[in-house]
């Protein structure tokens, strides 16, 4: 079975950096697109990142573009979301993803919560 489990979220004052990871298993890493997602309080999940199965192409949404950059080691089926000048609208909990054969059927992980606050 899929499996995503994230880590490394925490609490940071607002200019700080964190780095997030995604450990998965159940499925042909190397083959499949991988995506983070957020969720703050009382709104939307949001895409945040995208990466294409091999590394080669990534895509941001422009409330993060510039700052985050997501990457992945194929050799160790992980995923990373690296975090600079961080924001407190940054705020959410983060989430690790692999979309499914179809719509609703999205993998997820449990979440790593990111705190931005002085």
């Known amino acids: 079975q899929v499996q995503l489990v994230e880590s490394g979220g925490g609490l940071v004052q607002p200019g700080g950096s964190l780095r997030l990871s995604c450990a998965a298993s159940g499925f042909i890493f190397k083959m499949s697109d991988m995506n983070w997602f957020r969720q703050a309080p009382g709104k939307e999940r949001e895409l945040v990142a995208t990466i294409t199965s091999t590394g080669g192409s990534t895509n941001y949404a422009d409330s993060v573009k510039g700052r985050f950059t997501i990457s992945r080691d194929n050799t160790k089926n992980m995923v990373y979301l690296q975090m600079n000048s961080l924001k407190p609208e940054d705020t959410a909990i983060y989430y690790c993803?692999?979309?499914?054969?179809?719509?609703?059927?999205?993998?997820w992980g449990q979440g790593t919560q990111v705190t931005v606050s002085s």
């Open positions: 993803n692999k979309r499914g054969r179809w719509s609703g059927s999205d993998y």
